[in-house]
């Protein structure tokens, strides 16, 4: 019948942690030039980074559909089968895709300064004019679609889709789910730009989300105007002027300058120090780094010690 294994005695246990405290504290001195070197290594990092102020602002949806009456819509569903309603895609839920969206992005990259400031390293300092950049990285890139057989991709001036791509990288939009809000933060080592950016991509998205809204209004009101010189019977005109009624109001909202599906809670705010890098973040970091380094270093030379040791003779 098989045993299991007895649990190792109180004596070998504090045997074994004493051996390990003894081999540590022979290497004291290799914990203390790891974690000098690791410290070296963050106080040059941090002398050559480049630091990132956040700008940030809270989003909630412009007050605007309490405004639209329902009635009439939901007798005009009722009778063409169609659903009309104002409210049935909210705006402000379609935000984040429309910030992320190549019409934003094109609409951005028509502004010289954000063209200019995102992708500064690929203009000619002297020049002005827009080249590739000479890297190493690059170079390996080509080669490798070279050998793969892939076509090689021609350089081009940034444009929407390049700037789309940044976009999606580097501007985040996190919608609140347990309440109506969405946060948008960016970073740059301009705090300057990094405001002027949030602003912008709030605009833009606002602005073509109103233009889909009021080209679909237009779109409902022509059709409802055709219809009511159609019309005869008096149940269906009363749903088509009500119905007509809110796709003018909505027209008429989407044709001010007011903020149509989120507005600012608030201006937005950028931050006093930068957020990235921390120093104590990247300091605490390399004093973990540098013991990890140690252990090991500790593990490798005991064990190689131990293997080096001949094996005492069996009696």
Known sequence: MATLAAPPEPAAEQLDLLRIASALWRHRWAAAAAVAAALLLAFVYLNRATFRYEASAVLVPAEQTSTFSTEGLASLSAVIGVELSPQSGSGFALFREAAESLDVAEALARDERILNTVFSHLRDPRTGEWREPDSLLGSVGKAIRKLSGAPPRAFRPPAGEELQIYLQRNVSISPDRRRALTTVRFQHPDPAFARY?????????????????????????????????????????????????????????????????????????????????????????????????WGAYVFVVESFRRSSIPAAPEA
């Open 197 to 293: 950016m949030v602003e912008r991509v709030i605009t833009e998205a606002d602005d073509f989300l109103r233009a889909k809204s009021l080209a679909r209004s237009s779109d409902y009101i022509d059709y409802l105007e055709e219809r009511l010189g159609q019309v005869q019977i008096a149940e269906h005109r009363s749903a088509l002027t009500q119905a007509l009624s809110s796709y003018e109001m909505m027209r008429m909202m989407a044709s001010s300058t007011v903020p149509f599906t989120a507005e600012p809670f608030g201006d937005v705010v950028v931050s006093l120090d930068p957020v990235s890098p921390r120093p104590v973040l990247v300091y605490a970091a390399a004093v973990v780094i540098g013991l990890l380094l």
